[in-house]
């Protein structure tokens, strides 16, 4: 895994033959604030259907260059794609600690049901290897509609107790509890002009 890391961010490439095919998840989860293009993060971009970007060859240049890890990364399977793996996987540059001989590491945002994902081997087996191979990760959950995302480190002693006593599940269990009762802040939107949130639905309109 350290080996792909480091080759990977030599410079961004795509992965061949991967493509988002009906995925949609980041026109969803994610905030998105730049001078062209605003939506607050749970919220679904008014442009997405399911057959994708209704705007496709004029999407502003944040949805031209922006992929997941899943499109860039080559230490995740087919299976991961984050509509239905429920994993929006993302190179994350930010907190890494001086102790680690990487620059960056990988974030694993629970985009579905997080205790039915962290109880799954595939999953477990991902941050083993991870963790025990010194790979910065973190385990991160959206917030409410319009806050931001809560996110720990997963490169913790009481992970690698767990691993060594083989109780990861447990204690992914643990860490999504902590998650689960963030305390979410509001996400800043600093720019206006195109404001692309779908709106909440509610009854009657
Ligand atoms: S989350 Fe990844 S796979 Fe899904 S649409 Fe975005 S870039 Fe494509
Ligand atoms: S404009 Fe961007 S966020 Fe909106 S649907 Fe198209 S690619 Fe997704």
Known sequence: M???LNAMWDGMTLIPGRDCGGCTVCCLVPTINKPE????????CRHCASTGCTIYDARPPVCRSYYCAWRTV???SDDWRPDRSGVLPYVETEGISEDFDLATGIGLMLVGHPHRIVRQKWFQ???VTGV???VPLFLSLPGPRGHQAATVSLNTEQMLDAIARGTVKDA???VVKILRGWDFRPAVITYSGND???PVATDGV
């Open 196 to 198: 692309v949130s779908e």
């Open 74 to 76: 080559d230490i995740f």
């Open 132 to 134: 025990t191979s010194s």
């Open 172 to 174: 992914l269990e643990a």
């Open 125 to 127: 087996d991902f941050v």
């Open 2 to 4: 350290r080996a792909k």
């Open 37 to 44: 293009i605003q939506k607050l993060s749970g919220a679904r």
